[in-house]
C-alpha cells in the first residue's frame, strides 16, 4: 500500500540515572519512537495511567516505587504493554522472577542501548 507508515510505538523510560535516561532516550528517538522519561517509579505509574504505551523500560531500583511496583502496575493499566525490566544490582532467580511476573524481558546493565534496541520493532 502507497503512503502506508507504522504507527509510532510509544514508549516510556523510568529510571533513576540521568544519564541512562537521557542517552536511551535519545538513541530510542533517533530510532523514530516517541519516548517519554521520568525519573522514578510513582512518576512512571502516573504516566502509565495517563497514557498508551507500547512498551515501558524500567529500573528496577528507584526511589519512591521500584520497578517491581511499575511492572505491576503496567501488568493492571496497560496489559498489552511490553515490559523491559533494567537493573545494576541483578540478584540470582530475578530473571526468572521478571518472566512470572510478566515481564516481556530483563537487561543487565551497563551497555543497555544496544540490548533494548534488539528488543524493540524497526
Known sequence: MIGFSVALKKILIADDEYLIRWSLSEAL???GYEVLSVEDGKMAIEAIKET????IITDL??????????????????PE??????????????MELAAQKGAFAYVEKPFVIDKVKKLLPH
Open 52 to 55: 498508551r504505551f507500547d512498551f
Open 61 to 78: 531500583y528507584m526511589p519512591e516505587m521500584d520497578g517491581w511496583a511499575v511492572l505491576e502496575a503496567a501488568r493492571q493499566a496497560l
Open 29 to 31: 528517538q533517533r530510532e
Open 81 to 94: 504493554a511490553r515490559v523491559i525490566i533494567l537493573t545494576a544490582h541483578g540478584k540470582e532467580g530475578f
